[in-house]
Antibody
């Protein structure tokens, strides 16, 4: 059974940083292109960014609102995906999901709250 | 960043048929946008219903189908069931990013 388990969410101040983790099991993680998606309270889904597999170059793409502030990276030896979030803004408050959408692998999400 | 448009809400009768659409501000939606349809029920994580225009996830009921229709991506539900009441999001791929639509709240009533 495939499991994606996010962690690292919590309360951060505007301008602060947080690092989210997504521990994967039950899949060949190193082959997977992984994505972060977020959902602000009561709002729709928002694509945050993705990282390709190392075999595909390991490169990343980001949505415009987070580009330059967020970094996605992976540690295939730990089967773990990361989202480093810097210069956090109130608008970054959301549940963050780790996903491999083509294979319908989704975590349950972790809540990030940015507030002073 | 491109804008992806969906109907905010639709209603379908039990057993009825409804089509949800997904448009792009950049022009016609094509297979090159690799359209996804994501279902989300209240309090639950999203699930992928359709990927790359018309491919179904293992769990996707046969009553759902994806296609391209009139320059848009389309999700057709034939024979709606009460459990199909949910929010449906379209996801399109652009050169260096993907963008979700605002979602369609589907009511089965």
């Amino acid at each position: 059974e495939v499991q994606l388990v996010e962690s690292g969410g919590g309360l951060a101040k505007p301008g602060g940083s947080l690092r989210l983790s997504c521990a994967a099991s039950g899949l060949t993680f190193s082959d997977a292109w992984m994505t972060w998606v977020r959902q602000a309270p009561g709002k729709g889904l928002e694509w945050v960014g993705r990282v390709r597999s190392k075999a595909a170059g390991g490169t990343t793409d980001y949505a415009a609102p987070v580009k330059g502030r967020f970094t996605i990276f992976r540690d295939d030896s730990k089967n773990t995906l990361y989202l480093q979030m810097n210069s956090l803004q109130i608008e970054d408050t959301a549940v963050y999901y780790c996903t491999q959408p083509q294979l319908d692998y989704w975590g349950q999400g972790t809540l990030v709250t940015v507030s002073s | 960043q491109a804008v992806v448009t969906q109907e905010p809400s639709l209603t379908v009768s039990p057993g009825g048929t409804v089509t949800l659409t997904c448009g792009s501000s950049t022009g016609a939606v094509t297979s090159g946008h690799y359209p996804y349809w994501i279902q989300q029920k209240p309090g639950q994580a999203p699930r992928t219903l359709i990927y790359e225009t018309s491919n179904k996830s293992f769990w996707t009921p046969a009553r759902f189908s994806g296609s391209l229709l009139g320059g848009k991506a389309a999700l057709t539900l034939s024979g709606a069931q009460p459990e199909d009441e949910a929010e449906y999001y379209c996801l399109l791929t652009y050169t260096a990013a993907r963008v979700f639509g605002g979602g369609t709240q589907l009511t089965v009533l």
